[in-house]
């Protein structure tokens, strides 16, 4: 038997979840650069605010630095926002840099919230990937932050 390539949609992530905060400090949590360290990075790493320069207007460019904690590595990664809707929707790309300061394979980010009764619920996709193993590797460090994401609104509503 052949194996059927991966479609595009195959090639996507899409993560939904719950916080018990309003959409107000959910939104506040995902684009104030502040409160970004945080809560961005999965377990074993950290994003230092210094390293975060982000400008959040459409076509606003956007970089940081998240390091992992047991080897000092830096893992850079870019993008620009293509669509802002506060409080609701927020769309940029996303692409890691190479040790040769290029960017990588590059996917869009669209991050759709949605007030619910206990607070708000999102709707992350990513994508699509190259591989099925990038998609899957992307999951587990974003469900991940978003962990820690749901402690700090938790904390901060």
């Given at each position: 038997?052949?194996?059927?390539?991966?479609?595009?949609?195959?090639?996507?992530?899409?993560?939904?979840?719950?916080?018990?905060?309003?959409?107000?400090v959910?939104?506040?949590?995902?684009?104030?650069?502040?409160?970004?360290?945080?809560?961005?990075?999965?377990?074993?790493?950290?994003?230092?605010?210094?390293?975060?320069?982000?400008?959040?207007?459409?076509?606003?460019?956007?970089?940081?630095?998240?390091?992992?904690?047991?080897?000092?590595q830096?893992?850079?990664?870019?993008?620009?926002?293509?669509?802002?809707?506060?409080?609701?929707?927020?769309?940029?790309?996303?692409?890691?840099?190479?040790?040769?300061?290029?960017?990588?394979?590059?996917?869009?980010?669209?991050?759709?919230l949605?007030?619910?009764?206990?607070?708000?619920?999102?709707?992350?996709t990513?994508?699509?990937?190259?591989?099925?193993?990038?998609?899957?590797?992307?999951?587990?460090?974003?469900?991940?932050?978003?962990?820690?994401?749901?402690?700090?609104?938790?904390?901060?509503?």
């Amino acid at each position: 038997m052949t194996e059927k390539a991966p479609t595009s949609e195959d090639l996507m992530l899409v993560i939904v979840r719950e916080f018990k905060a309003p959409i107000a400090v959910v939104w506040s949590a995902l684009t104030d650069p502040d409160q970004a360290p945080e809560w961005w990075g999965p377990h074993g790493f950290h994003v230092p605010r210094e390293s975060i320069d982000a400008d959040l207007e459409i076509g606003g460019l956007y970089r940081a630095c998240m390091i992992q904690e047991s080897t000092g590595q830096e893992h850079w990664w870019s993008g620009v926002h293509t669509d802002i809707e506060p409080p609701s929707l927020l769309v940029f790309t996303h692409a890691w840099d190479k040790p040769d300061g290029t960017r990588g394979f590059e996917t869009e980010v669209t991050i759709q919230l949605e007030e619910i009764d206990d607070g708000t619920q999102m709707t992350f996709t990513q994508g699509p990937f190259e591989s099925a193993a990038s998609r899957d590797s992307h999951g587990d460090g974003w469900r991940e932050s978003f962990d820690r994401l749901a402690n700090h609104v938790r904390v901060t509503a």
